[in-house]
Nanobody, 124 residues
């Protein structure tokens, strides 16, 4: 089973930036999709972004497109989410995870495994 070590959460004012990193281990295949989903209190879980290991194709939810960028260092099994122009509605626990069955804007996806999560808080 894939294991994750997440880092980079914290507090930031609206309009600020944060970078989340996740080091994954335990892959049994070179082909996988890895990324982030988030969970805010009282809200449904939301797929944020993921990236394919083989072609580097990124996927973004409409709510973060143009503000968030995902990177994958396949050699280091490290996925990074650069989050810019953060908004209060981005406040959530962010989980690094492996995905499958992903639609282009992550309206549909399934999760294979995920980490313990890191808190992101955006407030004035």
């Amino acid at each position: 089973q894939v294991q994750f070590v997440e880092s980079g959460g914290g507090w930031v004012q609206p309009g600020g930036s944060l970078r989340l990193s996740c080091v994954a281990s335990g892959f049994t295949s070179d082909h996988y999709q890895i990324g982030w989903f988030r969970q805010a209190p009282g809200k449904e879980r939301e797929g944020v972004s993921c990236i394919e290991s083989t072609h580097g194709t990124p996927y973004y939810a409409d709510s973060v497109k143009g503000r968030f960028t995902i990177f994958l260092d396949s050699a280091e099994n490290t996925v990074t989410l650069q989050m810019n122009d953060l908004k209060p509605e981005d406040t959530a626990v962010y989980y690094c995870a492996t995905f499958f069955g992903v639609s282009k804007t992550l309206t549909h996806y399934q999760l294979d495994s995920w980490g313990q999560g890191t808190q992101v808080t955006v407030s004035a």
